[in-house]
């Protein structure tokens, strides 16, 4: 699995826009999904570009929430991009657009979930990555704790990726092993001080892979030896 941070608040290449808002390229179990478009068209095609990625080569457009930092720029990228929109139930459907409207927890593909609407608010992403689950997040409006025991129903969850908002139970990440607040994460200083064997700097241009463990040193400078998950 691999994780393309496309759009953030900051960035972590010169050549990326930051802006508030979030997406992520997921390239998982033979799929590319965008999870979430950010505020802006432009700055996520834009950043899209600078990266590599070709708007035509995604899937599916998996949206968490209906706040514009999360959805402002579908509207551009469906000009360039016939991939099938996935929506929690209560987002309005954008016109034309192959849409799947979710509510309750569903298995989207092999090995890559939805935790369903929590709290008629938000919906993550969840990958089955063979070393554990991965839960890719919006804000986590609805609570951490609420996504996390949705997402366990998939399996063990081992990373976490995107905006925390304003959550500070900071011991209930203590199982993870790896944790990449984005976004609107409050917490960020406090999150990399408790674990910073775990803790990965997010940003524009941010890749996270995960694959076999290997004896290699891994790219991540403080995620251990013999580690599957490395970053860029």
């Known amino acids: 699995m691999k994780i393309t941070i496309v759009y953030d608040n900051r960035s972590c290449r010169e050549e990326l826009r930051p802006d508030w808002g979030f ?3 997921v390239e998982a179990n033979e799929r590319t999904i965008l999870f979430d478009t950010g505020a802006s068209g432009p700055i996520l095609l834009g950043n899209m570009e600078a990266l590599g990625i070709d708007p035509s080569s995604i899937e599916e457009i998996f949206i968490s929430h209906a706040h514009y930092d999360h959805m402002g720029g579908l509207k551009d990228l469906l000009e360039v ?11 309005s459907p954008p016109r034309g657009a192959d849409v799947l ?7 989207i593909h092999g090995g890559i979930f939805s935790t369903g609407v929590i709290g008629g608010i938000e919906q993550s992403l969840v990958i089955e990555t063979g070393h554990g689950l991965v839960v890719i997040v919006g804000c986590s409006h609805p609570g951490v704790d609420a996504i996390l025991k949705s997402a366990a129903r998939f399996g063990v969850v081992k990373g976490l990726v995107g905006g925390l908002h304003g ?11 790896l944790i990449c607040p ?4 409050m917490h960020i200083s406090e999150i990399r001080s408790l674990y910073p064997d775990k803790y990965v700097e997010g940003g524009a241009g941010r890749v996270i892979e995960v694959g ?3 004896g290699t040193d891994p790219i991540s400078p403080n995620i251990g030896r013999y580690s599957a998950w490395r970053y860029l």
């Open 23 to 25: 997406s992520a390229l």
């Open 182 to 185: 984005t976004h609107c994460t």
């Open 81 to 91: 991009s016939p991939a099938r929109v996935i929506l929690p139930g209560s987002c």
């Open 212 to 214: 076999p463990k290997t």
């Open 101 to 107: 409207k979710v509510e309750g927890p569903l298995e």
């Open 167 to 177: 959550f500070r139970d900071l011991e209930k990440l203590k199982g993870l092993e």
